[in-house]
């Protein structure tokens, strides 16, 4: 817990969920083994986030992609979503947290929905902490869905298409409902966002770890957020004096995504750039 300072603390954590399937093999056992030992993870990660003070945590549980893999896997990971959701729903009630779900949920199996779509109404008025799940979710078809429905309104007349804006789409995209991610951490050792959160994460911090998801512990996350905190550290000196010379005052509060410049919400990670490279990053 002393890696993490209270101040600078991200808002909004996506985390990436990789690499269950390798743990599993690894041990000799079936894929299936390693998911039911991430679920466990989740368990863990969700709680120290909420103690944390964490507002928001999105989590990629089930990728629009996922569907392709082997019919047993899949439906071990639906059967292990619709275990969770059964055994989390006290804690999750009790802990004021709200459940929101993004993705094509009309695409999971009728005995995850029935459970999914009660939690996420008694949680509706939950302000604690937000846990978005992300099942059956890609950030490309999110963006093409919300494309339709503005040009669909502009066809028939109840849209201007020239008032069609960043800000226009922005609000039609389910995963920034909780606002952009601050810092989005992808486990198992690849380097990329594989479909995830691709709109809000334009000026996110990115974490990448050969930590494989069921052994991501909460020291893990604990760096994850330190070094994040450091790079928005390291912006602050000049960003300030960008903000006094703006019209701003010094102690103008950080916005999200250490956008701590009014005109240059990438200006975290220039100055980080500038201060060395970064374990992680």
Known sequence: MNLVEAR????????IMDGNGRWAELRGEPREAGHKA??????????????LGVE?????????QN???????VDALMGLLREYLMSERCEILENDIRLVAIGDISRLPEPVRDVLDPLRK?????RQMTLALALSYGAREEIAAAARELAMEAVAGRL??????????AARLPSLSVGEPDLIIRT??????SNFLLYGAAYAELSFTERLWPDFTEDDLFAAIAAYQERVRAAEPEAEAEAEAEGGGADEPARANGALGAGRPWHAREVASHNGSRTGV
Do not use: K, M
């Open 8 to 15: 600078n603390l991200p808002r909004h954590v996506g985390i």
């Open 38 to 51: 991430g679920s466990a993870a989740v368990r863990r990660i969700v709680r120290v986030c909420r103690r």
């Open 56 to 64: 928001a945590l999105t989590l990629y549980a089930f990728s629009e």
């Open 67 to 73: 569907w392709a893999r082997p019919r047993n896997e």
């Open 122 to 126: 008694a949680s509706a008025t939950n």
């Open 160 to 169: 201007d298409p020239e008032a069609i804006d960043g800000a226009l789409l």
């Open 188 to 193: 198992g050792g690849e380097q990329r966002l």
